[in-house]
Every structure is written in C-alpha cells, then in structure tokens.
T-cell receptor, first 111, second 118 residues
Framework: GQQLNQSPQSMFIQEGEDVSMNCTSS?????WLWYKQEPGEGPVLLIA?????ELTSNGRLTAQFGITRKDSFLNISASIPSDVGIYFC???????????FGQGTELSVKP | GAVVSQHPSWVICKSGTSVKIECRSL??????MFWYRQFPKQSLMLMAT?????????EQGVEKDKFLINHASLTLSTLTVTSAHPEDSSFYIC??????????????FGSGTRLTVV
C-alpha cells in the first residue's frame, strides 16, 4: 500500500531557530497536506497543497508540493514555544479520497 | 467553522467489555466519517470509512466484527470496540467530511478518545 516517509522523526531546537521537515513517497499524490497535533488532541490542518510545484505560506509556515508529486516539505521560521507538537504530512490520492499519513515529526522548542 | 465533537475523551474499561465512542458533526452534515487509530508516538492509521446509511468499508487487517461502526445519521457515527482487550488500548480519532469531493479543508477531526483496557 501507499506509504509516506517523513523525516526527521524528532527535532529539539532553540526558540528562534528555523525548522524544516519533509515527506517522500513512492506514489504520486494529487494533494499534500500538513497537520499539527498536540497531546490528547486530533490533528489540525495547517497547509493544503494542490498543484505540483505549489509553494504556500501560512504565517511563519511555508510548505511546497514537489514537482514530481512524490514529496513535500514544511518549513517553520523563527520557532516559538507554542510550535511544540507533532507535525504530520498526509497525502490524498484523488479528490474526496482517504488520507495517508506520514509517521510524524515531533518538535520540541527550548525557550 | 466546522466542528466535530468526539465523546468520551477518555475511557477505562475492563477486559472483555465493550466500549462505544461517538463522533458528532455539530454544525454540518457529514456524508462520510473516517475512523483512525493512533498508538503512542505513531502515525494515524485509517481503520474504516463509513458513509451515512451504508455499511462501513474497513481497511485491510481491521476486524469488522471487533470494531463495529454505525453511521445512522448525517451527524452521528459510532465506533464500538467489542470484547476489548489490553492490546486495543489506543487513541481513536474520527474525522468527518461534508461531501464527496470536499477539499481537505472540509475534513474535520475530532479531539480523539483515549481508550485504556485493563
């Protein structure tokens, strides 16, 4: 079945640093998504990408949909303590289809 | 915005008993609901997809007789873990979709249910 490989698994950074994480897949996805999950909560959508090559920002977050449609990255600039959480990429094969999630990147930010 | 309420947020049950988890879309009608399972420090694994008024579609390896899903109305889906065992302890999350073809912004997640079987 389809799998998403997300890296790194965890990051421990200093407040103010920039962060980068990425996802790759052996399959082509029509949509790439980035979610954030906090402890004991469901994931919350951060950014959705619909076109190959698309670069989209949401505040300090920037994500890109790879040209090959098999990868995506998420950057967080000038991290703050409230950025702490687990970030998941997800791919969607077709419109209205199910979401396939990556393994997650756990982010810790030291004040 | 769209809100999905999941209840209970946590439950502890004895081995061999059944537990029901509810997922409600509060301000929209959800034609489809998805149920996920998440182990600590791991990803969300899709268990099943349920469409209102029809039988759920289960992912490979998920026991349909153990994880009973009912989607009797456009605002409510339930997941019942039958004859629960300690290995069923996990975080269960539902997601509701407004209509087929909805963009991912139209997929709203519940806040999850932590099930502990003792």
């Amino acid at each position: 079945g389809q799998q998403l490989n997300q890296s790194p698994q965890s990051m421990f950074i200093q407040e103010g640093e920039d962060v980068s994480m990425n996802c790759t897949s052996s399959s082509i996805f029509n949509t790439w998504l980035w979610y954030k999950q906090e402890p004991g909560e469901g994931p919350v959508l951060l950014i959705a990408l619909y076109k190959a090559g698309e670069l989209t920002s949401n505040g300090r977050l920037t994500a890109q949909f790879g040209i090959t449609r098999k990868d995506s990255f998420l950057n967080i600039s000038a991290s703050i303590p409230s950025d702490v959480g687990i970030y998941f990429c997800a791919g969607q094969l077709g419109q209205g289809g199910k979401l396939i999630f990556g393994q997650g990147t756990e982010l810790s930010v030291k004040p | 915005g769209a809100v999905v309420s999941q209840h209970p947020s946590w439950v502890i049950c004895k081995s061999g008993t059944s537990v029901k988890i509810e997922c409600r879309s509060l301000d929209f009608q959800a034609t489809t609901m998805f149920w996920y399972r998440q182990f600590p420090k791991q990803s969300l694994m899709l268990m099943a997809t349920s469409n209102e008024g029809s039988k759920a579609t289960y992912e490979q390896g998920v026991e349909k007789d153990k994880f009973l899903i009912n989607h009797a109305s456009l605002t409510l889906s339930t997941l019942t873990v039958t004859s629960a065992h300690p290995e069923d302890s996990s975080f269960y999350i539902c997601s509701a979709r407004m209509s087929y073809g909805s963009r991912p912004e139209g997929y709203t997640f519940g806040s999850g249910t932590r099930l502990t079987v003792v």
